[in-house]
């Protein structure tokens, strides 16, 4: 059997293991396929540096390129063990084991690791992978239920005639009858030990045919119970659960959009970002998906008495209805990771009321669906700003990307701590005692966001022609608000930029100046100032620990 067999029956192989794991974590739940899992303890254990190289690098296709390389990956030492396997096939066999215990092991791991059941998948995986394997390795070496040993033990020598016999048209299970099958049997077990098992010289009875027709079965039985995994996995009824969701109206609406809120220069970001092109960012490979009514919310720590809130409960609360502008930390200057939405939610601080936070207590650790976890600063939920756990945004039930069923929103506040989605926990706590998920792993544990800004239009790298143009961008210093913003071209005089309307502080604004362009390279760069009177600093700083800063500066052609 030729290396190619053999790494083709691995790669096979493998694809019935993932494609039974996927099959079976459709039932116990889809974070617990074990190519997830070890995708998740990767994120885990990639150094700081490299993790915002790849946010850099593949943007919003990061979990792509990841899930990408671990199936590279898995296919490479799946390749690998088929090789193996021709030689004897318990070398094929360890190496699904030694795979399966590195997912049991990545799958128990997990932060949200639930019980014994979560290895599963990896196990069934593994099992139905080293059945496949035996079973396509046997085929490729001729060896058909016990005939061709008892052929080539009859014969002395091996089967190019066996294979011609079987190419003209008697299946597997052909008419050879059962007393036949029986003698051959009898004389396979005085050979002792099956073909496949002897090394070398006596194994030619590679069967190109049976190999292909057996690699295509599995190709199939891969694929369909990947798919059929993929549709148990809870994805539908989630589904079906949000289209049912009935909005309350809020008790405290929001205050209409100045019409004076958008500037309406093309290229420009609209005022309220529409839902599809907001930004996301998690650390979840699948994302959760949580049925709202198995959903509960649970603050407990330090409060006077631990509460527990479903679904229902919190859609019986006063709603209110807020624009927010949500920020990463993450986002470089000049990114695009900041979005303007209107969320309607319940007040974070109504809820955390019932509970009664002690006096002692600073920080609000909240926990989501996937394990994920972020602290507030207690005392920024509860001065007042519409720090909500928000159930929709821009008039539609929250999106399983943007948190569904509940996630939290803060005004000023970078969503690293502050934006939890899938939100189930709350501990209350305090900082010096408790750390949330980024906090290790390079991060303040405190992000009130800076003031920024950003210009839209032009573009960085644009050719204009000479004359009048107008540069345009968004600028923000969310619950500050923002009282300036400048521009200046080639290192020249800061000029004031028209601001556009806003509806409160906690949003971005749009901003646009003039600008008599000239023939040649020019430099633009933008700074804003916010309401307490802070100017943006020219001084560079990446995102990390606690956000960047600097101008956004960018190059146009003019001729
Ligand atoms: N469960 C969970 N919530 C999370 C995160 C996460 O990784 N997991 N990321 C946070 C970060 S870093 C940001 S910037 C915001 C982004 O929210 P969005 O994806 O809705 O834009 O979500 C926050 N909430
Ligand atoms: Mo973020």
Request: aromatic share 6%; proline share 6%; hydrophobic share 45%.
């Amino acid at each position: 059997m030729p290396a190619w067999a053999g790494a083709l029956a691995g790669l096979v192989s493998g694809g019935v293991a993932l494609g039974i794991a996927q099959l079976v974590a459709g039932f116990v739940g889809p974070e617990t396929f074990p190519v997830v899992a070890v995708g998740d303890a990767t994120v885990d254990l990639t150094p700081a540096p490299v993790k915002d190289w790849a946010i850099r690098t593949f943007g919003e296709n990061d979990k792509a390129v990841l899930l990408g390389g671990v199936l590279v990956v898995l296919a490479g030492i799946a390749a690998l063990i088929g090789v193996l396997a021709r030689r004897r096939l318990a070398y094929g066999v360890a190496g699904l084991a030694a795979f399966g215990a590195v997912g049991v092991f990545a799958v128990l791991t997990r932060p949200d690791a639930g019980g014994i059941l979560d290895t599963l998948p990896t196990l069934a995986g593994a099992a139905a992978g080293a059945w496949a394997l035996s079973w396509l390795v046997r085929r490729a070496a001729g060896v058909r239920g016990s005939r061709t040993t008892a052929a080539s033990s009859r014969t002395g020598e091996h089967s190019s005639q066996t294979t011609a016999s079987e190419g003209g048209g008697a299946g597997p299970d052909g008419p050879d009858g059962a007393a036949e099958r029986d003698r051959l049997v009898e004389l396979d077990r005085r050979a002792e030990r099956p073909a496949v098992m002897r090394s070398g010289a006596d194994l030619r009875a590679f069967d190109r045919r049976r190999l292909l027709t057996g690699v295509a079965g599995g190709v199939v039985v891969a694929g369909a119970a990947t798919v059929l995994g993929r549709q148990f996995g809870g994805r539908q009824a989630v589904d079906t659960a949000r289209a049912g969701v009935a909005l309350p109206r809020p008790a405290t609406p929001a205050k209409p959009i100045p019409t004076g809120a958008n500037l309406g220069i093309n290229g420009l970001s609209p005022f309220i970002t529409p839902n599809q092109d907001f930004y996301e960012v998690h650390t979840a490979l699948v994302l959760p998906q949580v049925d709202p009514r198995e959903w509960k919310l649970r603050i407990h720590g330090l409060v006077d008495r631990p509460v527990e809130i479903t679904y229902a409960d919190l859609l019986r609360m006063p709603l209110t209805e807020a624009d927010v502008t949500l920020t990463c930390v993450s986002n470089e200057v000049g990114g695009g990771l900041v979005g303007n939405a209107r969320w309607l939610g319940v007040r974070m601080a109504d809820v955390l009321r019932q509970a009664g936070l002690r006096a002692d207590a600073d920080m609000l650790l909240s926990t989501s669906a996937d394990g994920f976890t972020c602290g507030t600063p207690a005392d920024v939920v509860m001065d007042g700003r519409d720090a909500l756990f928000a159930v929709a945004m821009n008039g539609e039930v929250l999106s399983v990307n943007h948190g569904f069923p509940v996630r939290q929103v803060v005004p000023g506040l970078y969503g690293y701590v502050s934006a939890t989605k899938w939100v189930v926990d709350i501990k209350v706590t305090r900082f010096d005692r408790d750390e949330a998920y980024w906090t290790p792993r390079g991060w303040s544990a405190k992000g009130p966001i800076k003031v920024q800004s950003r210009i839209d239009v032009p573009k960085s790298g644009d050719s204009l022609k000479a004359g009048r143009t107008t540069i345009a961008g968004v600028a923000w210093a969310q619950h500050t608000g923002i009282d300036a913003v400048e521009v200046r071209v080639d290192r020249g005089e800061w000029r004031q930029a028209r601001l556009a309307e806003v509806p409160g502080p906690d949003t971005w604004r749009q901003w646009s100046i003039d600008w008599d362009a000239t023939a040649g390279e020019h430099m633009l760069q933008v700074r804003a100032t916010d309401a307490a009177g802070r100017t943006q600093t020219e001084q560079e700083a990446p995102p990390a620990p606690d956000g960047a800063t600097g101008w956004h500066t960018l190059t146009v052609r003019v001729a």
